[in-house]
């Protein structure tokens, strides 16, 4: 367990406004992500840090931006958000020196109308 | 074709029974494999790592086949705690220090009493 926490666990919002989604660990793994998941594709990796300050593009970061300034913290922006990024949004964190383990946060439902 | 394919179920069966779910991967050079399992509403949570030797955690068996690119987890005397969405997670190659999963959409099991 990497004692992982997000916030908010739920959020509506309506189209074009801006969200940012907090990702918040307590275990100094150095390693996080931002997942989605979505009905039929499983979890898509959005972004990830691979430290403070670095960054770097998953598989879906398109409307994304992502920020780590701290080593217990990650953001996720959605800069305008659109009906497609309706979603459950995960992050999770994984230890440096080998450890492939993933621990996963409880996840935000984020409902754009 | 999916990087990584899974049969989406369910799997209805009885308390008791012996259940095998089978996940294929694309990438032939993937090195690194793995069971998650996710409660419904649920973050998901890693079950076990698969090993080329074979596996076995209590009642749950996990094998990968690379030849056939293949990997499955057999769970034996099914309770009704094991309903839950089985996810099949692979490391590509080149996964690396970043380690980005690839998740299956998962498969979904109903142990009825």
């Known amino acids: 367990d990497a004692g992982i926490t997000q916030s908010p666990r739920h959020k509506v919002t309506e189209t074009g406004t801006p969200v940012t989604l907090r990702c918040h660990q307590t275990?100094?793994?150095?390693?996080m992500y931002w997942y989605r998941q979505d009905p039929g594709h499983g979890l898509r990796l959005i972004h990830y840090?691979?430290?403070?300050?670095?960054?770097d593009k998953g598989e879906v970061s398109d409307g994304y931006s992502v920020s780590r300034s701290k080593t217990e913290d990650f953001l996720l922006t959605l800069e305008s958000a659109t009906s497609s990024q309706t979603s459950v949004y995960f992050c999770?964190?994984?230890?440096?020196?080998?450890?492939?383990?993933?621990?996963f946060g409880p996840g935000t439902r984020l409902l754009v109308l | 074709r999916k990087e990584v394919e899974q049969d989406p179920g369910p799997f209805n069966v009885p308390e008791g029974a012996t259940v095998a779910f089978n996940c294929t991967y694309s990438n032939s050079a993937s090195q690194s494999f793995f069971w998650y399992r996710q409660d419904c509403r649920k973050e998901p949570k890693l079950l076990m790592s698969v090993y080329s030797s074979g596996n076995e955690d209590g009642r749950f068996t996990a094998q990968l086949n690379r030849a056939s690119q293949y990997i499955s987890l057999l769970i034996r005397d099914s309770k009704l705690s094991d309903s839950a969405t089985y996810l099949c997670v692979v490391i590509p190659s080149g996964g690396g220090a970043t380690n980005k999963l690839i998740f299956g959409t998962g498969t979904l099991l109903a142990v009825q009493p």
């Open positions: 275990e100094n793994h150095r390693y």
């Open positions: 999770a964190a994984r230890a440096s020196g080998g450890q492939e383990t993933q621990y």
């Open positions: 840090s691979y430290g403070v300050k670095d960054t």
